[in-house]
């Protein structure tokens, strides 16, 4: 079964500090791999997808990931924090059949000044 | 572009009573999530409209949930009995034309439910 797993439930790093978010999947086929941000009382936005070819994609607001098949992990970087980055980020893994999405448990980014 | 429309935005209930949700997706949007998010986990599908009928709903509690999108526009979700366990933010997505996993998924900024 389509899975996803975040192991870092929660995250503090400092302005302007670097950030890795880990997020690893079990799925048969290619996977399609996303990342999305929720702000508090806000719905979730995309940040990033894969789908194929270059392993490295670049997202919104500065993000990327890197799609290592080997390691199943899709995480998620960005090289310099701002405060206003404090969000919640889930992973999600979606079902080719229907579009469906399975989603992590979350991280919780703390950023302090 | 406006985007996906929730409301309520806040429910507080008993538990055993009913309540509904309504969303309205982005317009020509031909695919409508309704998932569950309990505090500290990720969103979970409930239900999946394809214009007006379902292509999903294998996760909906179906003794107690229930969804319609009857005229393949806007969606409600309701709960009848509630439970203490349905407290959640209750998510609306959309999408066009939405059976791709490569259709971005839009989403509306929920109605949290909190069930006493």
């Known amino acids: 079964a389509q899975s996803v797993t975040q192991p870092d439930i929660h995250i503090t790093v400092s302005e302007g500090a670097s950030l890795e978010l880990r997020c690893n999947y079990s799925?048969?086929?290619?996977?399609?791999l996303f990342w999305y941000v929720q702000s508090p009382g806000q719905g979730l936005q995309l940040l990033l997808k894969?789908?194929?070819?270059?392993?490295l994609v670049q997202g919104i607001k500065g993000f990327e990931a890197e799609f290592k098949r080997s390691q199943s992990s899709f995480n998620l970087r960005k090289p310099s924090v701002h405060w206003s980055d404090a969000a919640e980020y889930f992973c999600?893994?979606?079902?080719?059949?229907?579009?469906?999405?399975?989603f992590g448990q979350g991280t919780t980014l703390q950023v302090k000044p | 572009e406006a985007g996906v429309a929730q409301s309520p935005r806040y429910k507080i209930i008993e538990k055993r009573q009913s309540v509904a949700f309504w969303c309205n997706p982005i317009?020509?949007?031909?695919?409508l999530y309704w998932y569950q998010q309990i505090l500290g986990q990720g969103p979970k599908l409930l239900i999946q409209?394809?214009?007006?009928?379902?292509?999903?709903d294998s996760q909906l509690p179906k003794d107690r949930f229930s969804a319609e999108r009857l005229k393949g526009v806007d969606s409600t979700l309701k709960i009848q009995p509630a439970k203490l366990e349905d407290s959640a933010v209750y998510l609306c997505?959309?999408?066009?034309?939405?059976?791709?996993?490569?259709?971005?998924?839009?989403f509306g900024p929920g109605t949290r439910l909190t069930v006493l």
């Open positions: 997505a959309s999408n066009q034309p939405g059976l791709a996993v490569t259709d971005t998924q839009y």
């Open positions: 799925y048969g086929a290619t996977p399609y």
């Open positions: 317009s020509g949007h031909a695919t």
């Open positions: 894969y789908f194929s070819g270059d392993t």
């Open positions: 409209f394809q214009n007006n009928g379902v292509v999903d």
């Open positions: 999600a893994v979606g079902s080719g059949n229907t579009g469906k999405l399975i």
